[in-house]
């Protein structure tokens, strides 16, 4: 696994995909995981999906029988990379909090 | 009942084109076709659409470009009309705010999507009006003085590659200063 780091838009969109959900649901679902604070617009949410298919990381599924909207799914090298980042963002939180309460200023 | 609108915008002021179909929006009066600068509008409830431009990366029939138009209509996203590879989209205000971008990677791309199209239209230019001064210049020394019309199109070539450069200019700074930005955050 590479190590980087993943965008906001990447991370929640991949954490929504663990169940199947179109882009509409996608949206909706980061807005309600986020609080409100990442509405994410359609032309970011369609070029997050397709580097996203791209990379292997969700897969989009069989159109189902009077469904017009494509459904996607986290895959396996998308769920590790949800695994990788949460790890980094540990350290990152554990670094920073154990800065802060040191007292560093 | 349906105005037809002249009015003309450059490829730098995409931003201020969006502004004025808003405003024209908060009146009542909604853009419903485009065709280069004549403008079509159709009588309506104020403020009932928000209106976004955007420079999609291929012609609107592409099929790139229609599977990225049928998303956006899932999405609750009207195509409105296109000149060349500018769509026009709306929605309704009813259903909260409109953003065809929400992060910076992701205006960044846009923003050097412009500034691409309108480098290759200027350096096209700018190679045309080299020929075609090449030409008047061979013409000019084998046919003793004669210029023709070649003179004249180098000139014209040349000097639209550099009013579109000019143009252009605030597009630049921009998208420096996206690209600034993007070093600090997302």
Redesign the interface.
Known sequence: MDNIAL???VFYILISLYKPL???GI?QNVFDLSRGR??????????AISSLLEKGWIQALPFEEGS??KEYKITGSGDNAVKAELNRLQELLNNGQSVIKGGAL | MRHKVSKYFNLAEYEKEEKWLNEMSSIGMHLVDVNFTKYTFEDGLPGEYIYRL?LLENMPRHPQSKA?IG??E????EYVASVFRWVYFRKRASAG???????L??KL??IKRINLLASVVSYANAAAGVANLAIACKGYIEHRGYLGYNLFSGVLNIAIAFIILFILKPIRRKQKELQKESLVR?
């Open positions: 965008t906001e838009a179109h882009g509409y949206m990442v509405d994410l617009a359609a032309g970011t949410l369609y070029g017009r909207k | 955007e990225y998303f956006m899932d999405m609750g996203v705010p409109f953003d065809i971008y929400s992060d990677s992701s791309r846009h997302e």
